[in-house]
């Protein structure tokens, strides 16, 4: 049974109701108050986040300083509850223009309560499309930047585009300028043993999609990927030329992605929606290009001393460079005293998360800067056991890089009133989880 | 830009409800609409506002859909406290429903199907019906949920006003959304009936997988869901299907992707291809693995289905170990999911690979998650032969870094590597003993006990290590005094010199004339006897080639399997149970006519009967009487109602676990007195009353202090003797301090088979409290055996007669309580049922009535009664079949509380 809910609550971190909404009749009111005492009050909060008391359930996710809490007494399906818990907070983000917390949540109480009515219908999910809700759903506070009708006056046919086989997309949107704007956003997760070799290497990215297109447009998008390209050039029988090809382990798409038409012919073919949206989201393991590479030694001197040594390289482009660079070490929970030195940027020590945190802004390619610290511990009387490494972690954004080797081949639109489009297209990566173990 | 909403939530003046009630009467619009809202802001921090019914409801008549949005929520929460006055909203709503504007037709329909309140729902009919028909796709896919919604309120209803035929109809509506509700609607509808409503034929089938490339992400997972109930005809067909679902799995919504998951694997069952099945294993295998790139908590379903399909078809994951690796930063139970998974995939070309990071993990921070690394090597070593002597290499490694709780850990799955390989590895006990005085886990030493005594031979001063386990015998727990027991008997037969034999008669004396505990006096008493009959027939029972064993933990029984594959994104795959494990809830159906007749082998039945007997939910397993395999599971959620926390946490219950009991909590000393059960008289002034209760199943110990001293009291514990149920503290005894002339009241959450006691069942519990200005209080209390009765113990009928049949007429006990009298059945059946013993049915014999029951406790031991008495006249007559006879006396001490009442 695809149920998702019987009962929505978000509560603040001190366990007060900002708002509920009962769906269904098979959980009680209160019973909140065993969420409260079973799992909030407990150490069992953050060691599970589904879990059974008495005869409910209980899905929970902390997002910022709320949660969001699903009460279930039937056999529930879970992935649609904590999907839906997502795409609301989303949905709610897009309302509140960005931010979800405890004051946002109290500020729209009555916009949240009517969401909540329309999202959901006895605990199944309806339509949560910010774009197709938005034309009839207008509270003060809300200001679409693209709709220039007053409020409390629903679109004549927002019922139909509701339902609709398109139902992420309005009709009748007209631009003077028609443009879309494509990000390839990639992050890098890696994670390295101490003696260099890569243990799990992967990429993910997601294309993010702006669009400012008239009417209903059709859109198709062509990369650079292996199977793609084969198909292709099978269509036209002749070998599409092109320099890297690269080979997706797995894609998924956005609603507005024809499946069936990406299945038989690998293309991607859509009508956006309008606005902004992820077009879709990738996963690679193979050919993974790593902007950096990290050469730690740490060596222990004794009981109270410890010498840190840190290489790092950067391997993209001369002519690149990457920004926010952020390399954080671990050191014990002991330390008390550090010294640095460092060849570009700053470091310096975080006790709060027992790390020296070492910032380069820029951080040009084929470049390697050091670091090298000292750390003095205090000597402990306790023999305690020997200090556990965390891994060293690392922050950073390569603008026009692709550590995939990702490229848009193209993207056409088509229209029947035939307007011209200007296409824009941005590459960055980022880290992902980027752990180094020393 | 935000709203400024939160005003509404700080009017906190005297007189707040009269101002409201002023300003809803208001003539302003805006006054009105302000006023309402400040009517909601309270109802959402629990103030009751339902006095204002009549005025919030004279503002629904608006054209501002916002205010009347509003007054429609307010009806949802206080319509049925305030049923008699919901009636002046019947008018409108009916009035809504016919509204030219489509939003307001639904919203009115929608609305009115949560509102159960009978009056209204009769009102609801009419206008359901025409929106069911309605022109704007928006209304009749609202009025299709709201059929299911009318379903759950009054059954009967639905099928007299023929609202089934129109919602199946709907199933071919042209809208994709319209049809996505019809189906979810028909799937809920059909689970609570046990008539066949939405049969799947190939032609919904062919309908379905149309609407379904076109319907919204939510609709699709409604109908992948109902779909998968779909039984293909053949192989051919099955393959037709999965062709036109798989494109689902590059879905970016997680939800879809389960479905379309669950669906294939329930086809491929049929499909006969190799070809097909790899080539669907390797379609199936990238999609689960980008869930993993997901929220945590989506992750986390997703590892718990994961889990469950490697299980059945262990090749689609097989090459992607690597992607399970624990990030450092992954939450706790991320990663304990991660880490269960990497076992059932580790195989002999990636085992290097996965030592590493077992090796990696066991240096980390939390505690639970290292001892579980340090038990999954333990577990590969036995799982993959050839690997086996690497894994304890790295063993070896863990255990130099001398963790105490590393070594312990250690030393237990060493024990198992030498169970499943004798005579290979023996030439590292001499590093184990090193380790032997940092030992204080009871299983840690039971293990190492064991191996000293099953290799005495080869360990030169076997006798002298398990000396210094013996200086403290009489403190140990049970399952390490037995494991003392048999190691020193193994040691006297392997050596029979002095030393052994001095220390034989130690433990001999100590286990049969020290000890309380039944189990360890009667193997004394054979080893004893044994040993001075015929020595040799002692090796042969004693020193007996032991079974290999294999690691066969946390793998699930195949019929198990199959339920829970076939229930794939519920909560059912996560908590790996089947669902009528956890689902209470029994179905709302009317009783039909036709089915007062239905089974009525035990002579005439009662509509309970009925409910009874409908009331477990659909394919019927023999869960009634087999121990879940689950409860094997390191079940994150406790895996029983009465079950403690299985070991995902390690076996320090109460460690982490300690739950927080708050004191000032009414419902201890609320309800009937607390038995007295140290009297002040004797408790120098303190007076302990308590009894166990069990409460949305978990037990606890309500406790009751009255401090008759002079004195303050403070520093409360509690401490629980061995007893068969094995009941313990679930954590510390929360009480403040107490002063003279007052009490305090505590609820105790209670574990089980903690600390069990062996030998017959006895309701004895014997219970130690202290405090810091007193001695310690030793007090007797007894163990009603009907708190243990789980909420799960309902029978359908034809499982009970099933079960009865297949009983040995041994197991049939009965007694007679001739001085109980039943008065009202009624009241006796629901005071049964509140305590989980569940009315199955009643027949009439002569003038006397016989009704049935059933129950079950904890590890699935089911208890079927037969009642037999003349209502209002003394006597009746107690019969019971159990798999457990032996707590037949237990019982009846139990149901002859339950009838006194």
Redesign the interface.
Known sequence: ???AASAVYFLNLRG?????R?????VGGNMVD?FR??IM???EL??????????C?F???RISNVYIVIV?????????A???V?EAVALFKSY??G?FDE??I??????I??LL?EIM??G?????SPEILKL?IT?????SPFSSKPT?K?VPN???Q????V?WRREGLVYKKNEVFLDIVESV?L?M?SKGSV??C?V?GKILMKCFLSGMPDLKLGLNDKIGLEKESQIKSRPTKSGKTIEL???????CV???R??SEKTVSFVPPDGEF?L??Y?ITEGVNLPFRVLPTIKELGRTRIEVNVKVKSVFGAKMFALGVVIKIPVPKQTAKTSFQVTSGRAKYNAAIDCLVWKIRKFPGQTEPTLSAEVELISTMTEK??W????I?MEFQVPMFTASGLRVRFLKVWEKSGYNTVEWVRYITKAG?Y?I?C | ??????K??STTKKGEIPELKEELNSQYKDKRKDAV?KV??AM???KDVSSLFTDVVNCMQTE???LK??V??YL??YAKSQPDLAILAVNTFVKDSQDP???IR?LAV?TM??I?VDKITEYLCDPLQRCLKDD????R??AA?CV??LY?INAELVEDRGFLESLKDLISDN????VA?AV?AL??IQ?NSNRPIFEMTSHTLTKLLTAL??C???GQ??IL?ALSRYKAADAREAENIVERV???L??????V???AVKMILQQMELITSTDVVRNLCKKMA??L??LL?A????Q???LRNINLIVQRRPTILAHEI??F?C???D???VKMEKLEIMIKLASDRNID?VL??FK?YA???DVDFVRKAVRAIGRCAIKLERAAERCITVLLELIK???NYVVQEAIIVIKDIFRRYPNTYESIIATLCESLDTLDEPEAKASMIWIIGEYAERIDNADELLESFLESFPEEPAHVQLQLLTATVKLFLKKPTEGPQQMIQVVLNNATVETDNPDLRDRAYIYWRLLSTDPEAAKDVVLAEKPVISDDSNLLDSSLLDELLA?I???????HKP?EA????VKTSSPRPEDEEYGSETGNSESAADSAATGA?PPPTSSGSVPYAAQRQPV???AS?AAPVPD?LGDLIGL?????V?VDQPAAPAGPPLPVLLPASTGQGLQISAQLTR????IFYSILFENNTQVPLDGFMIQFNKNTFGLAAAGPLQVPQIQPGTSAGTLLPMVTFQNMSQGPPSSLLQVAVKNNQQPVWYFNDKIPLHVFFT?DGRMERANFLETWRSLPDSNEITKDFPGIVVGNVEATLDRLAATNMFFIAKRKHANQDVFYFSAKIPRGIPFLIELTTVVNTPGVKCAIKTPSPESAPLFFEAVETLLKD
């Open positions: 049974m695809p149920v007060d109701v900002l708002i509920n009962l769906y269904r009749d098979d065993a005492m079973h009050q407990t150490k953050g060691t599970c986040p589904v879990r059974q008391i008495g005869g359930s899905f929970y996710m279930v007494s039937s056999n529930a399906n879970v992935a649609c904590f999907k839906f997502v509140f223009g931010a004051d946002a109290r500020n729209n109480f009555v916009l309560y009517e009515d219908d006895f199944y999910p309806q339509n949560l009839y509270q003060e506070g809300v200001r409390d629903p927002a019922t139909l509701v339902t609709g086989a139902g997760n994670l043993s243990l799990r992967d993910t382990d797995d894609v998924t798409f956005h609603q024809n499946l069936t990406f299945n992820e879709m989201k996963r056991k020997s556990t490494r965390p891994p972690q989880s752990e173990r | 830009m935000s709203g400024h909403d939160s509404y939530f809202k909601i802001a959402t921090v629990g501002n859909l916002e949005k509003l429609y929520l949802i929460n504007n489509p939003l639904a929608r199907g949560c159960r704007d796709p928006y209304v896919k609202t949920i299911a919604k759950d809208n994709p959304m319209v509700n979810a799937a809920e689970e490339n076109e919204t992400e939510w997972v409604f869901d798989t494109p689902r590059q879905h970016a919504n997680c939800a992707v389960l479905s990238p999609p693995v980008t790139s929220e945590p908590e989506i986390y379903v997703a690597k992607v690796f990030k450092y930063n939450p706790i139970y690979q590493l990071e990696e240096t980390e921070v870094i001398k963790v229930n994104a519920t909560l059912s795959s996560v908590y669902p956890f689902v209470t809830r939910s994150p959620a406790p109602p995902l982490d676990n300690s739950a927080i708050p409460r949305d199943g978990q909420e």
